[in-house]
């Protein structure tokens, strides 16, 4: 009964893998005009490099203080607080990840015309600064 259940949550887990790059691929594919033989070589490249693209959310959600208010509303009034140092460990994780990230985009760069990675670029979110190039950082994201 136990091998059962554990396969089909590894059969689930796979599933909802390959949703998620079927479906960044699609998204890509609509926003960038995408032929079918470069919607082919970006699924391909998007499996090859599931890791880095889904790779953990950079936004975590604020901490809430002990009187229900957000950390953001209690920074109002405060200096905010020093960042926790990364361990040597996280620093060479986080370094191996932007190399394959660079990696991607390279290899991205060569599926895509030039107009076609200049959209990609300018409609990734957060590669523009603070409030991810959005006025006042409002607004919908664009998602990829």
């Known amino acids: ?7 089909m949550v590894a059969l689930l887990s796979m599933t909802a893998v ?20 470069q919607k082919t070589k970006v699924l391909a490249l998007n499996k090859e490099y599931e890791k880095v693209i889904a790779g ?7 901490p809430q ?21 990364m361990t040597d460990a996280q620093r060479e994780e986080m370094k191996q990840r932007m190399e394959k990230r660079k990696e991607y985009e390279e290899k ?13 670029q300018e409609s990734r979110p957060g590669r523009r600064g603070f409030g991810g190039g959005r006025p006042g950082g409002r607004g919908p994201r664009p998602q990829f």
Do not use: C
């Open 56 to 62: 953990p959310g950079m936004r975590a959600p604020r």
């Open 108 to 120: 991205l760069k060569e599926i895509l015309t030039e107009d076609q990675y200049k959209k990609y």
């Open 1 to 7: 009964m136990k091998k059962i259940v554990l396969m």
């Open 65 to 85: 203080n002990t009187d229900g208010e957000s950390g953001a509303t209690t920074q109002q009034n405060q200096q905010r607080p020093e960042r926790p140092q």
């Open 18 to 37: 390959q949703a998620q790059e079927n479906e960044k691929t699609e998204r890509m594919s609509d926003n960038l005009k995408l032929t079918d033989e």
